[in-house]
């Protein structure tokens, strides 16, 4: 357990480098905090040394901010909020279960589509949805003519400009 100086034997650098405001990034340390990360692993995934972690973890702004956000976690698991997130979201529950309905639904135009406008439709809809998109790169082909066959195409051509010119 490395050793908690109390903020009287700290030095000015140490206590001039705490923050001084909350951001998004000191948020993210705190709810890494909370689900158990320690101060090593916390840098490593913000990509911030194990000191400045180990600085910003021992301010008290950040202190009084993690007591606040791991109290407001305990309510709302004493008061059973967990059970509704553990359910999950009703709307996308809802969601999910019309997407189903909505596959059996392009499943059977493919299969008794009146037209084949329709059918294909269906069809390029669910392979578009399961990753088959269309493939769209064009290819470059190089082709070598011979002279014996350049020959052929200006024989064809001039016959074609003649033609349409009679």
Do not use: C
């Not at 001084?20 to 000191?26: G, L």
């Not at 948020?27 to 158990?36: F, K, P, R, V």
């Not at 407001?72 to 309905?101: F, H, N, Y």
């Amino acid at each position: 357990m490395p050793l908690v100086k109390p903020r009287e034997l700290k030095s000015e650098l140490s206590l001039s480098l705490e923050p001084d405001k909350m951001t998004s990034r000191i948020q993210l340390i705190i709810a890494l905090d909370i689900a158990g990360y320690n101060g090593n692993q916390i840098a490593e995934d913000i990509g911030l040394t194990p000191s400045r972690i180990s600085i910003i973890r021992n301010s008290p702004m950040y202190k009084q901010e993690r007591d606040r956000k791991w109290e407001e976690l305990q309510k709302q698991v004493i008061s059973k909020k967990t059970d509704k997130i553990v359910a999950g979201d009703p709307v996308d529950i809802r969601l999910k279960e019309m997407a189903l309905a909505a596959v059996d639904v392009y499943g059977e135009l493919i299969k008794d589509g009146k037209s084949e406008m329709a059918r294909k439709t269906a069809a390029d809809a669910i392979l578009d949805r399961s990753g088959y998109k269309p493939h769209t790169e064009k290819t470059v082909l190089s082709v070598e003519v011979t002279e014996k066959m350049a020959d052929r195409f200006e024989k064809v051509l001039k016959r074609t400009t003649i033609t349409r010119e009679s």
